[in-house]
């Protein structure tokens, strides 16, 4: 009659290596879907910064037209060949394309932290499944092993032939 104890003590043992396993298989599922999140969070962010991109060009170009209107009020002739006017408006201009420059690298820079935020948190979560397998392997083995030395061996009578 076989050892139930160690039968039982083996089933459980392929039990707990199972639930290791999907633990582990959780773990991965639950880190990409938070990777996709900060995938999904840059594209937003690219988005916010062509957006404020844009708005500072429509600024820029509704300041140049009201400055020009206010110059032609001033002065009452024609603005655009008078050298502080050129200056004034070059100089803002240069502002603009400063500021837009900024606007666009603070943007990259904030998409390329939430890219290696997404890939680290991917990465995360392969370790985590992998070592969940690790565990769910050796608690086999050490489950075998468990078996192997207190099960109760069955001893069955030996037949041997005379001649």
Not at 34 to 53: M, S, V
Not at 107 to 115: D, H, L, R, Y
Not at 125 to 131: E, L, T, V, W
Request: cysteine-free; aromatic content about 8%.
């Amino acid at each position: 009659m076989p050892n139930w104890l160690a039968i039982a003590q083996l089933g459980l043992t392929a039990f707990g290596a199972m639930n290791q396993m999907q633990v582990g298989n959780d773990e991965k599922t639950t880190a990409d879907l938070n990777a996709y999140n900060l995938e999904t969070d840059k594209r937003r962010g690219d988005i916010e910064a062509r957006q404020r991109h844009n708005d500072r060009l429509d600024t820029y170009r509704s300041n140049l037209s009201t400055n020009i209107a206010a110059f032609y009020a001033m002065r009452g002739d024609d603005v655009s060949n008078d050298p502080s006017v050129k200056a004034f408006l070059k100089r803002n201009r240069e502002t603009a394309t400063r500021d837009n420059a900024r606007s666009d690298f603070m943007g990259a820079a904030e998409g390329m932290k939430a890219m290696q935020a997404a890939r680290s948190t991917r990465q995360e979560g392969r370790a985590r499944q992998s070592a969940a397998y690790v565990n769910a392997f050796t608690s086999l083995g050490s489950g075998l092993t468990s078996y192997y030395k207190t099960r109760v061996p069955t001893t069955e009578p030996k037949i041997t032939k005379t001649t």
